[in-house]
């Protein structure tokens, strides 16, 4: 695959080709075929462009594992159609995709609209775990649960063959660009950057949604200035297929009150402003400071990376269980153990969890065997993998030591591979 393939989209454009462009963005687990009933009404307005994401569809299994690379991908992909400013609607991780797109190119997006979208899409434990199933037991188990989450149930029994086509849909996605995806939206969170998107928007919730509920939208209008909110009722996640009518309504009035006034062109830069170079008698002063700052940057970032790989329960209970005789200690692992050492990229993190596990084995710390199977599962490694590095421990680490190591990785994996149909707590697929 060249380098332009890969950093471009499947797409299609339909409508007047001198109107004004409107993007739509699909969720996860879906095609653009997900927009088709608004097709009809907004190509009498607009040039419309749908994209489908990596492995859905028809579309290369070229994985993004981020909202932002999302982004730049569907940037890429307008740039090869000489095509600078357009309006935005995106459906939950097409949502997600909008805020990164107003964020990264404010001066391009005119309007945006948001619909069954959140500044945090549940907790990243949630879509990691979902991950890890997913490597174990496939996409059979997400697709079987989907027309629960995507649909009322009022729907759901009077559409069976819309429903069948999402199930469908989502067993067809290629699973490693899924889990990327997943991977994506356990990192999003604009909480703190929704005050810097300066286009009008609109966001949209169905009334029923349980995956990103009204409170979610409601978050995102108080984040957003000037952001207005929409309740469409009898409709779940899936708004734009469930009531195609009332978002295609919604969508044209947004756009048509925000395209001229957006279509004026961004504001002037701010002028740029070069410091004076310090005083001699202050460098002492900065260098400290600077020190300081990169002490903190090490935390900042370890304390990332450590809950990408054990997840956010377990450094909870690590961070608050602490006080100030063990501050340091956990100020002290985050930074070097997790700021210094795991952000390095000599090697990748599946490696890096398969030396881990070895060496727990070898000095028999069981209990952090088990969070670090956990961790070994969300950095890719499959259970077989698992297995094969505990047989390979038993050669050099001796049977003993092995065999308690086995009865630890069975428990974990057993408790994190199980999908979700069998569990009691139903905690896994929260949606996206």
Request: glycine share 6%; charged share 20%.
């Given at each position: 695959?060249?380098?332009?393939?890969?950093?471009?989209?499947?797409?299609?454009?339909?409508?007047?080709?001198?109107?004004?462009?409107?993007?739509?963005?699909?969720?996860?687990?879906?095609?653009?075929?997900?927009w088709d009933r608004q097709i009809p009404e907004l190509t009498r307005h607009w040039r419309v462009l749908r994209f489908d994401l990596p492995g859905h569809g028809g579309s290369p299994a070229y994985s993004a594992d981020s909202a932002d690379a999302f982004a730049e991908r569907l940037l890429a992909t307008l740039d090869t159609l000489g095509i600078e400013r357009f309006g935005y609607a995106g459906c939950a991780l097409g949502g997600a995709i909008g805020v990164q797109l107003a964020l990264r190119a404010p001066q391009r997006v005119t309007s945006l609209a948001l619909i069954s979208?959140?500044?945090?899409?549940?907790?990243?434990?949630?879509?990691?775990?979902?991950?890890?199933?997913?490597?174990?037991?496939?996409?059979?188990?997400?697709?079987?649960?989907?027309?629960?989450?995507?649909?009322?149930?009022?729907?759901?029994?009077?559409?069976?063959?819309?429903?069948?086509?999402?199930?469908?849909?989502?067993?067809?996605?290629?699973?490693?660009?899924?889990?990327?995806?997943?991977?994506?939206?356990?990192?999003?969170?604009?909480?703190?950057?929704?005050?810097?998107?300066?286009?009008?928007?609109?966001?949209?919730?169905?009334?029923?949604?349980?995956?990103?509920?009204?409170?979610?939208?409601?978050?995102?209008?108080?984040?957003?200035?000037?952001?207005?909110?929409?309740?469409?009722?009898?409709?779940?996640?899936?708004?734009?297929?469930?009531?195609?009518?009332?978002?295609?309504?919604?969508?044209?009035?947004?756009?048509?009150?925000?395209?001229?006034?957006?279509?004026?062109?961004?504001?002037?830069?701010?002028?740029?402003?070069?410091?004076?170079?310090?005083?001699?008698?202050?460098?002492?002063?900065?260098?400290?400071?600077?020190?300081?700052?990169?002490?903190?940057?090490?935390?900042?970032?370890?304390?990332?990376?450590?809950?990408?790989?054990?997840?956010?329960?377990?450094?909870?209970?690590?961070?608050?269980?602490?006080?100030?005789?063990?501050?340091?200690?956990?100020?002290?692992?985050?930074?070097?153990?997790?700021?210094?050492?795991?952000?390095?990229?000599?090697?990748?993190?599946?490696?890096?969890?398969?030396?881990?596990?070895?060496?727990?084995?070898?000095?028999?710390?069981?209990?952090?065997?088990?969070?670090?199977?956990?961790?070994?599962?969300?950095?890719?490694?499959?259970?077989?993998?698992?297995?094969?590095?505990?047989?390979?421990?038993?050669?050099?680490?001796?049977?003993?030591?092995?065999?308690?190591?086995?009865?630890?990785?069975?428990?974990?994996?057993?408790?994190?591979?199980?999908?979700?149909?069998?569990?009691?707590?139903?905690?896994?697929?929260?949606?996206?």
């Open positions: 695959m060249s380098d332009t393939t890969a950093k471009t989209l499947q797409h299609r454009l339909e409508g007047p080709e001198h109107a004004p462009l409107l993007v739509l963005g699909p969720a996860l687990g879906t095609t653009w075929h997900m979208s959140s500044p945090r899409f549940a907790t990243p434990d949630s879509w990691r775990q979902r991950g890890v199933v997913i490597r174990t037991n496939g996409l059979d188990p997400i697709a079987r649960t989907t027309p629960e989450h995507w649909f009322t149930s009022t729907f759901a029994a009077a559409q069976p063959a819309i429903v069948e086509w999402a199930v469908q849909m989502v067993r067809t996605t290629d699973p490693g660009c899924y889990i990327a995806a997943c991977e994506a939206l356990a990192s999003f969170d604009a909480r703190a950057s929704l005050d810097r998107i300066g286009v009008g928007t609109l966001v949209v919730a169905g009334a029923d949604d349980q995956v990103t509920p009204p409170a979610e939208a409601r978050a995102l209008v108080a984040g957003i200035p000037d952001a207005r909110l929409a309740i469409v009722p009898g409709a779940s996640h899936l708004t734009p297929v469930e009531q195609p009518g009332a978002v295609t309504d919604l969508l044209i009035r947004h756009f048509t009150t925000t395209w001229q006034e957006s279509a004026a062109g961004p504001p002037a830069p701010a002028p740029v402003i070069t410091p004076s170079p310090p005083q001699a008698s202050a460098v002492a002063e900065l260098e400290s400071a600077q020190a300081a700052a990169a002490r903190t940057d090490a935390y900042d970032t370890g304390m990332k990376v450590r809950r990408e790989v054990l997840g956010d329960a377990h450094v909870d209970r690590a961070t608050e269980g602490s006080d100030a005789f063990t501050d340091d200690f956990q100020h002290f692992v985050t930074r070097y153990a997790w700021g210094e050492v795991w952000t390095r990229t000599g090697i990748d993190r599946r490696t890096r969890s398969v030396i881990t596990l070895t060496a727990l084995v070898a000095r028999g710390h069981l209990d952090e065997l088990a969070f670090h199977t956990r961790a070994a599962l969300r950095n890719g490694l499959t259970p077989d993998e698992i297995k094969e590095v505990l047989l390979h421990t038993a050669v050099y680490c001796g049977v003993p030591a092995a065999n308690s190591a086995f009865a630890v990785a069975q428990r974990v994996i057993r408790e994190e591979t199980t999908p979700e149909d069998r569990r009691d707590a139903g905690a896994l697929v929260d949606g996206e």
